[in-house]
């Protein structure tokens, strides 16, 4: 069930094809042409929780907090996982190993940039239509398990008994509430991490200020906007690879 190689290679093209499902995939032919869906699951959870007993005004507030709260946490563990970890080894192609990471989100959890991938999802998932979003964040959080799977093989392989320990004590996605092994050296890169997760970071605020016009057409394009501004500060990025402390 894991991962292969050209997988994880090609993992962010693989991502970006499932969001593109998820936006595109539940549009209507009408007049010969493609148009759009019907409802958001913004609005379809909103109404089924108004249709349970909850105002309709509160349940809108409610699906539309909890989005910017899930925004709001992928981008905090993005770019605190990223800033231990490197962004030159976070965004690299092929596979990497170093020594274990036992500093920052790492002595909680054993993959935090994934943990904040699937928050970041299911903020941006609330825009596409109602059956899209449970296909695409079914799908997706399919995908990061076998990327997940693929990469404790690897590293197994090239640690060894280090990492077998580390990955014996620290959880695979639910974190603890405190850490489990001792902290291990690190210095931390939070500008050179903040540029790289510039998807997560604004996003969230975009949605932050935005969602309350309750206007989905303008927040998908605010993330087309984001998502463009991320190829450019990435390309901006030192190619240079940071090894793992």
Partial sequence: MKATQFEFRFRLVIILLLYTVG???????????????PTTAWLALSTTLARWGWHIDQATLLVTGLAILCGFAGAALRVWGTAFLGASIVHAGPMQAGS???????RYVRN?????????????????PPSGAV?????LSLFYFRLILGEEEFLAKEIGPNYLAYRQQVPRL????????????????????VVAETLPVTYP??????????DPVLLIRCLVVCFGLSLVTKAMLPKKRAPAA
């Fill in 174 to 193: 639910l974190p603890t509430l405190r850490p489990r092994i001792p902290k291990s050296p690190a210095r931390p890169q939070w500008l050179t991490s």
């Fill in 112 to 128: 935090p940039l994934y943990l904040g991938s699937i928050f970041l999802a299911v903020s941006i998932a609330i825009l596409m």
């Fill in 205 to 214: 605020l975009c949605l932050a200020v935005l969602a309350w016009r309750y």
């Fill in 23 to 37: 936006f595109w995939a539940p549009r209507t032919w009408t007049h010969g042409r493609i148009g759009p869906p």
């Fill in 135 to 139: 296909v695409f964040l079914v799908v």
């Fill in 100 to 106: 274990v990471m036992a500093a920052g989100p790492y």
